[in-house]
């Protein structure tokens, strides 16, 4: 059951850490795949890459 008194403690407060964090890292995965996915299209379109041998 559901208390107010849970985030009081210890185990509640790393819970609600927990869910910070996790929020947190969705939401900047989120806008760097966004970025990531617009950044094609300023750069042209390579047909065949091309591998380089460093000596």
């Known amino acids: 059951m559901y208390t107010k008194a849970f985030f009081q403690t210890k185990l509640g407060q790393a819970s609600l850490a927990s869910i910070v964090a996790t929020t947190a ?5 989120t806008q760097m ?7 094609h299209f300023a750069q042209p379109h390579i047909a065949s890459p ?3 041998e460093l000596a």
Request: hydrophobic share 65%; glycine share 0%; no cysteine.
């Open 25 to 29: 890292m969705v939401a900047l995965t």
């Open 33 to 39: 795949n966004m970025v990531a996915a617009d950044s």
């Open 50 to 52: 091309i591998s380089v």
